[in-house]
């Protein structure tokens, strides 16, 4: 696939700034994607010439906005799946932004709670909705102007290097201090025991480990399809990452990462690689436990313990999710509409000891219930089912090892959904956007390649996307 989206049967939409302007708009625009896994350390968060706000990310994104908007008319469509696709993604910011603004009000009392979140009204929806924003612009980035397949090659690419420096900081400072490995042995491994883990991550990367264990859940499958397509020279880099993953102490991570790296080999039929993985990955469990297979293997099972699905689930069950179940369905505007974004922070049962004073709801579809109400929840659902038949339908017609690692990705993150990350733009889920952008672009560059193949009729482009 060398074709590049240009047209749509109808004059070709032109860009109205050079080519080598927006050569440097392709450039500032993978250097975004670089920097995010270390957009939180300490050399990226101070502020320039200490004007608030002004922190090298921020800048570098505001570039790429500006590119976006002067080189790309953004909500242009070409085709009928992008503007499907944009269509949809403008329902989803609209969704996005009237729970923010909703929030807004709550500031105070969230910033009381949640100390990292601003309380000024200002500085509050600078940094829950700017920064957020940030991340959605790669979705239509990559729709507009990232279209050929060596683009979206290039994306890949970039996303990988920028996991490889990550996987490679992270293991280089676990070896450094030892001690993070040791602190997580006790028994089913709970919050408390990682606090070492997670200070480690949060001083060096600025982020929690579970934030940085999502960063992996979406990028490992395609550091595997770049093994298996582009040869041992790759192989490197996947085992280092898998290393990290062993290394990071997060359940959910290890679970998401094995079910989609498994989801991959399956569908590309490399059953051979997957029993060889598996073979390893029991001999490496039998050899070394280490901190985070101990914990896979023990919770719920430790010594007069009774199994159950709150035992399994580290208390999230009977301390997060019942009492705010329980309160937003006693509450009959809560349940129809929510209490606006970081709703679980307006809770009446904060400081009660009914439930754990955490800053997110530990699953992505109880915490857009708490923030948008059953409505609006209920539509997601609906959404997310619609668009996962549509990407395997699709993806079977296409049978392209890129597509199956992106949607592999994809798997991966909708299992850590049960148990954490969101479906509002957060650092978490960020890499959800530049792969669901590049989903749709492999599906449309193949149904041109399609069209140009035909014999040459009166027949639009667009008659050939919308089968």
């Known amino acids: 696939m060398t074709a590049s989206l240009t047209h749509n049967g109808r004059a070709p939409y032109h860009l109205t700034l050079p080519h080598s302007v927006a050569q440097s708009g392709t450039f500032f625009f993978l250097l975004f994607l670089f920097i995010w896994p270390f957009q939180g350390a300490l050399f990226l968060t101070d502020n320039l010439f200490d004007i608030q706000g ?40 609209v969704t996005f932004a009237i729970a923010l603004i909703r929030s807004v009000p709550n500031a105070p009392l969230l910033h009381s709670r949640f100390p990292g979140i601003p309380g000024s009204y200002v500085d509050f929806v600078l940094s829950a ?5 940030f991340y959605t612009l790669s979705f239509l980035f990559i729709l507009r102007r990232m279209c050929s397949f060596q683009e979206l090659e290039k994306i890949t690419t970039v996303i990988c290097l920028s996991i490889l420096l990550l996987s490679i900081s992270f293991v280089a400072l676990v070896l450094m201090n030892p001690s993070v490995l040791l602190s997580g042995h006790a028994g089913g491994m709970t919050d408390s025991d990682r606090d070492e883990m997670a200070q480690l991550c949060i ?43 062993l290394l990071l102490e997060s359940r959910t991570t290890l679970v998401a990462v094995a079910a989609s790296c498994s989801l991959f080999l399956i569908l590309r039929r490399r059953f051979g690689i997957l029993v060889f993985g598996a073979g390893a990955a029991g001999v490496t469990s039998l050899v070394w436990r280490g901190p985070t297979v101990d914990a896979l293997l023990s919770v719920g099972f430790g010594s007069g313990s009774v199994v159950s699905a709150d035992t399994l689930l580290t208390g999230r069950v009977d301390y997060i999710w019942r009492p705010l179940l329980e309160e937003w369905t006693s509450n009959i505007g809560l349940f129809l509409v929510g209490a606006g974004r970081y709703g ?16 997110v709801a530990h699953n992505a579809i109880i915490e857009f219930f708490l923030d948008c109400g059953v409505i609006l929840t209920g539509v997601a659902l609906m959404f997310l089912m619609a668009g996962t038949v549509t990407a395997w339908r699709v993806g079977r017609r296409l049978n392209s090892d890129l597509y199956w690692a992106l949607f592999a990705s994809m798997f991966g993150c909708g299992i850590s959904m049960a148990t954490g990350r969101a479906i509002f733009p957060t650092i978490e889920n960020m890499y959800a956007f530049p792969i669901i ?26 008659e050939i996307v919308a089968r």
């Open 54 to 93: 002004f922190k090298p990310f921020n800048l570098l994104s505001a570039v790429v906005l500006a590119y976006l908007v002067f080189d790309t008319a953004p909500l242009h469509a070409t085709d009928k799946i992008e503007r499907a696709s944009i269509r949809i993604f403008l329902l989803y910011f």
């Open 129 to 133: 909705c700017i920064v957020p924003t």
């Open 203 to 245: 001083t060096y990367f600025g982020s929690h480990y579970n934030v940085i264990g999502s960063m992996f859940i979406s990028t490992v499958p395609l550091l595997l399809y770049r093994a298996l397509t582009r040869g041992a020279l790759w192989i490197a880099p996947l085992c280092l990452s898998l290393l990290a993953v």
């Open 344 to 359: 679980i922070g307006t809770s009446q049962l904060w400081n009660t000891g009914t439930l754990l004073e955490k800053t």
């Open 437 to 462: 952008a590049m989903m749709i672009n492999v599906a449309r560059l193949r149904y041109l390649d399609a069209y140009r193949s035909r014999p040459k009729t009166n027949q639009n482009p667009e």
